[in-house]
Nanobody
Framework: HVQLVESGGGSVEPGGSLNLSCAAT????????MAWFLQAPGKEREAVAS???????KYADAVKGRFTLSHENNKKTVDLQMNDLKPEDTAIYYC?????????????????????????WGPGTQVTVS
């Protein structure tokens, strides 16, 4: 089993920065994707940024140029550096991870992070920009 714990959320003014960190513990020897999602009040959860075991990174259009993902595989962490924050970035941010099943057919995937549903989720951390 894998546990994910987020940290680094908080309140900032527009234009400010925050760094979110996600630490994975447990059976993390093979995590095929680690990603960040957000859920704003009254809205559905949406992807923010992800990194696959093949090194592929993806960002939502709304955060490109402002958010940067970094991953330390040996420490099983994935950080999200968020700069130039805007009020519309206000949300609960969740860390999530994918781990393929033993006999899972992944031939149709173009990226490990395209596989849904994600297997593990952290409890989330609040980010407020106002």
């Amino acid at each position: 089993h894998v546990q994910l714990v987020e940290s680094g959320g908080g309140s900032v003014e527009p234009g400010g920065s925050l760094n979110l960190s996600c630490a994975a513990t447990g059976k993390t020897n093979v995590l095929n994707c680690m990603a960040w999602f957000l859920q704003a009040p009254g809205k559905e959860r949406e992807a923010v940024a992800s990194i696959g075991s093949d090194g592929t990174t993806k960002y939502a259009d709304a955060v490109k140029g402002r958010f940067t993902l970094s991953h330390e595989n040996n420490k099983k962490t994935v950080d999200l550096q968020m700069n130039d924050l805007k009020p519309e970035d206000t949300a609960i941010y969740y860390c999530a991870a994918v781990r393929y099943g033993v006999n899972e057919d992944i031939s149709a995937l173009t990226s490990p992070c395209d596989r849904t549903p994600y297997d593990y989720w952290g409890p989330g951390t609040q980010v407020t920009v106002s």
